[in-house]
């Protein structure tokens, strides 16, 4: 089992070189001059001067990128052009945010998505199969920043029950303030994902059912109810613990356009605000604290399946 | 009638024989012949203001009302399909000129080749598309070029994928062993004989990535670093009309209804498409799925 972890994690090194050059170079790709990139537009002589030290321009190219990706590594991403603040610091404070966000979605999605695949999975084929499978084609194919918009109309304009705009509450702080400031985010990212955990598990149900001890188990006299619940749903759901790990790698960087429909402070909208203030060290920062996440998300949910599904042979 | 045009219309078929691809098909057309004609068709001048029609609402005037600067929304709508449609054109074909060549020399050659390519796709998808596009525009500038490219870049892992998966299930059958007995280059194996029987998977991609890559172009614009105004696009208008859910809440949502069906009937014939060829067995077992995670 270690050796397989440590032998994913040298597969992941080239992927992270070559998409760390990739955003060093960002710097170096925007019209104007790297250091114009670095401290914005009303830098001052000394920021300037210390931005030339940083890039260390006058070093040869690899040992600039050496020691940006020395700092990188370290956590060190170097000053936002805005606030003049550290850029870890910014990211840092975004991602509880995020993070809540995005499990409140996946929640949501379960809650939608598992009765869904169950219930198409029982009658495939019959008209209740084809009207929730038109839902899962409906949940993936309505844009997520329409859907947000149709919630707004609804729940804030026309009802007026929730906020239009969100903020963000600690759920161990105000767990009713942050779900009403939660919900209709959650709820846009929720259906969307409902789509994809329904197609997906209906598929790994149907594979199941088709199996001998389901055979077996219903000889034996059991009641269907218990012979889906007990056995079934329980080996269907073993694959289906990766699409959700898959989908939370994805949320946490993914919910760019969900957060900015709601204002709402995670770190895809600190990601817009950056590009829009073309604040180009956070920008960096943000993109590879995507990326490693992203990446290393993918890699735990990979080790966790081998975990769980001895079956699975990682040698 | 020869035998390749049977061939086609038994297929077409096979595919209109599906209520779902059918309808799809025909609302996919209004929307191709609106956007190729939209300049004899549009009732107003897409981006004429009239200020004192600012956010009217929808009536025999403007059927779906006016915008805050007194546009009329139907021709800006009309246009926008213009802007999508151009946008996903452009990507998918710059995606397929790219992915497709990449999948076909890994999957053909394998070994180091198929390894340094297969590991640069690897990286293209260690970032969600859409955070991958918005790096790119960050650099290049926010223009109609830069979207284009932006998304037709992240539809490149598709293409090399599905490519990739064709080719080694064809490489080891007869014809193309055959080819290479009799002393064919590797070259003129790969683009006449691997390529010409992989066009089934490459078609049904081509329809998926489409419906990505117009929902790209959208996201993108409606976080508004995607092609700049005042080109009329979908998802600016619903980005302008967010502002206005008060005032106009129709601003916000005709436009959006247009934009679904156009990806949701994108999406049902390629499924259509998908199942069709798959039971011709044309198409490799792997289907990968279009990220469209953050939009």
């Known amino acids: 089992m270690t050796g397989y972890i440590i032998r994913r994690l040298f597969q992941l090194l080239p992927v992270l070189l070559i998409s760390s050059v990739g955003i060093w170079a960002m710097i170096y790709a925007v019209p104007g001059t790297p250091v114009g990139a670095i401290v914005g537009e009303n830098g001052t002589q ?44 910014i990211i840092v404070q975004r991602i509880p945010a995020t993070v809540q966000l995005g499990t409140f979605a996946i929640l949501i999605g379960l809650i939608l998505g598992i009765p869904v695949a169950v219930i198409s999975a029982v009658y495939p084929g019959s008209w209740i199969d084809r009207s929730l499978s038109g839902w899962s084609a409906l949940a993936l194919g309505v844009p997520t920043f329409w859907l947000g918009i149709l919630l707004i109309l609804l729940f ?22 942050a779900i009403r400031n939660t919900f209709l985010p959650a709820l846009t990212l929720g259906v969307y994902v409902s789509g994809i955990f329904a197609r997906f598990l209906r598929a790994s ?9 389901v055979r077996t188990a219903r000889s034996k006299g059991l009641k269907e109810r218990d012979v889906i619940g007990r056995h079934v749903l329980r080996n269907a759901l073993l694959p289906f613990v990766t699409v959700v790990g898959l989908m939370a790698a994805a949320f946490i960087g993914g919910t760019v356009v969900t957060e900015a429909v709601f204002t709402y402070p995670g770190i895809g909208r600190l990601l817009i605000q950056a590009i829009s203030t073309r604040d180009y060290p956070l920008i960096q920062g943000v993109i590879l604290f995507i990326l490693v996440v992203h990446v290393l998300i993918n890699l735990l949910v990979d080790v966790l399946y081998a975990y769980i599904d001895p079956r699975i042979d990682y040698s | 009638m020869n ?85 996903a054109a ?27 390519l297969m590991r640069i796709v690897d990286v293209l998808l260690s970032l969600p598309g859409i955070l991958f596009a918005m790096a790119l525009i960050a650099v290049l500038g926010r223009s109609q070029l830069a979207a284009l490219v932006a998304v037709g870049i992240t539809g490149i892992p598709s293409f090399a994928r599905i490519t990739r998966a064709q080719v080694l299930s064809l490489r080891k059958r007869d014809f193309v062993m055959a080819v290479e007995a009799l002393g064919g280059s590797s070259t003129y194996n790969m683009f006449t004989t691997v390529l010409p029987n992989s066009w089934s998977p490459i078609l049904v991609q081509v329809v998926i990535l489409s419906s990505v890559a117009i929902l790209l172009e959208a996201a993108l614009a409606f976080l508004g670093v995607g092609i700049p105004p005042p080109t009329p696009s979908w998802g600016e208008m619903l980005r302008t009309g967010k502002s206005y859910l008060y005032e106009a809440p129709y601003y916000a949502v005709l436009p959006g ?36 995670s953050a939009a």
């Open chain 1, 205 to 213: 149900l149907l594979s199941e059912l088709k199996a001998d001890y």
């Open chain 2, 257 to 292: 209804i247009v934009l679904t069906l156009t990806i949701l009937s994108l999406d049902t014939l390629g499924r259509t498409l998908a199942l069709v060829l798959e039971d011709r067995h044309e198409v490799a077992e792997e289907e990968a799925e279009p990220d469209r």
């Open chain 2, 3 to 87: 035998d390749g045009m049977r061939r086609t219309l038994g297929f077409a078929r096979r595919v209109f024989r599906r209520k779902g691809a059918l309808l799809s098909v025909l609302f996919l057309a209004t929307v191709t012949f609106v956007a190729v004609f939209a300049r004899w068709i549009v009732p107003y001048d897409p981006i004429g203001q009239d200020l004192i029609s600012a956010l009217e609402p929808p009536s025999a005037r403007h059927w779906f009302g006016a915008d805050e600067l007194g546009r009329d929304i139907m021709s800006r709508v009309i246009y926008g399909a213009r802007t999508s449609l151009l946008t």
């Open chain 1, 156 to 177: 804030s304009v026309h009802l007026n029950w929730l906020p239009s705009a969100s903020g963000y509450v600690s759920f161990w702080e105000n767990p009713l303030l």
């Open chain 2, 90 to 116: 452009g990507a998918v074909t710059i995606a397929a000129l790219v992915g497709v060549p990449i999948g076909l020399v890994a999957g053909f050659f394998g070994g180091w080749r198929d390894a340094i």
């Open chain 1, 46 to 89: 000394e920021q300037i001067q210390a931005a030339i030290e940083r890039l260390g321009l006058d070093q040869p190219v690899l040992v600039q990128f050496w020691s940006w990706f020395r700092g990188a590594i370290l956590g060190d991403f170097g000053f936002s052009t805005q606030s003049r603040q550290p850029v870890l610091d």
